[in-house]
């Protein structure tokens, strides 16, 4: 999950446990949904690619931030890790991996990448997008379907949308656009 019960409560600034379960539904839906939205995981997990050689030296993760590259092969041949920026191998940082005396020969599906990405810790403004979310689905429950109330003369509009401005423009930055 991409964010914890205390910590939306404390957003929501509720002291009783009246919410928990309800929350705590609300919390997997916006983090499931979170995911989707971005095309991604965010938790640390081992991933396999096959992919397509480029005929360069360096491609992209499809998932990120690495943290280990546990194996790369092109055309069925290890390919070793470079002890240091003279020794032929590969070298990744978070998002690719880049071969020093090697190359991605072209070919189809003649790459593999086995490798560990993801975030150990959820870094805070992802956790912030989803603690509002999960707000916000709360907070509309007692208004479904209405637009705007009007009261003593006065009218109120409400947000209707999936994600707030606030957590579309982070949610922006984690997004996985291009297809592996």
Known sequence: MLTTL????????????????LLTRLIVAASRFIESWCNRSFGVQEYTEHRNGTGSDMLMFGAWPVTAVTSITVNGRPIPAAADFDTPGYRFYDLSVVLQGYQFVRGRRNVTLTYTAGYAAIP????????????????????IGHQSKSLAGE???????????????????????VPI
Request: a negative charge; one cysteine or more.
């Open 6 to 21: 205390p910590n939306v409560k404390a957003w929501l600034n509720l002291t009783t446990s009246d919410s928990d379960e």
């Open 124 to 143: 805070p403004d992802l956790e912030q997008a989803c603690i509002e979310t999960v707000a916000l689905r709360f907070k509309e429950r007692d208004r």
């Open 155 to 177: 009218t109120v509009t409400f947000f209707i949308g999936e994600l707030s401005h606030s957590a579309r423009a982070v949610l922006s930055q984690y997004k996985k656009v």
